[in-house]
């Protein structure tokens, strides 16, 4: 008897386990060090051929007004070491959800929230501690898989996010 409910949990893990493992998603991580401070973003990165985009390019396809986690299940989120500003707004040191909000035809925010370890919906539609304009361009090459980069860009910290042939830019203070 207890041999068959080994077996059963047993069976039963083999099944769950690679469920699990999907619904957690793919993770991934963009770190840099800018004027000694060390910035970290971490993000799922869904595929833009998954069955839920039908291989659209989610940035042009959104309508405006929408707000996005900036990734999949778990909103993505910056750590710092040092202190941001962003768009005029100053951020201590620690940790914030990012949203990606779009607020024109051709026009994306990258937004600030306080709150952190945010697991899908809904969405933070207000308390944004800041908001950065970013640079909306087509590229030639296509990420198949959203891509968030930290770059140094003299002494400011440039954000990019690649997904499909779209490309948004932006940059802010470490101090």
């Known amino acids: 008897m207890k041999l068959n409910k080994i077996i059963l949990c047993l ?18 991580t963009a770190e840099i ?18 069955p839920a985009l039908q291989g659209k390019d989610i940035f042009s396809a959104a ?34 959800s990012l949203w ?19 697991w899908g919906q809904p969405e933070m539609k207000e308390g944004y501690v800041a908001e950065l304009p970013l640079k ?3 590229v030639n090459d296509s990420a198949e898989l959203l891509n968030i980069s930290l770059v140094d860009m003299k002494g400011k910290a440039g954000i990019l996010i690649h997904w499909g042939t779209a490309m948004l830019r932006g940059a802010f203070d470490v101090k």
Not at 33 to 50: H, R
């Open 11 to 28: 069976a039963v893990l083999l099944v769950a386990l690679p469920a699990c493992a999907q619904m957690g998603g793919q993770r991934q």
């Open 33 to 50: 060090t800018v004027n000694g401070k060390k910035l970290s973003i971490n993000y799922g990165a869904p595929n833009i051929n998954g």
């Open 63 to 96: 309508p405006v007004g929408t707000v996005w986690r900036l990734g999949k299940n778990q909103a993505t989120e910056i750590e710092t070491t040092g202190t941001l500003v962003v768009a005029g707004k100053t951020l201590q040191p620690g940790k914030y």
């Open 100 to 118: 990606a909000k779009k607020t024109g035809d051709n026009q994306w925010t990258l937004a600030f929230h306080p709150k952190t370890g945010i």
């Open 136 to 138: 909306t361009e087509k």
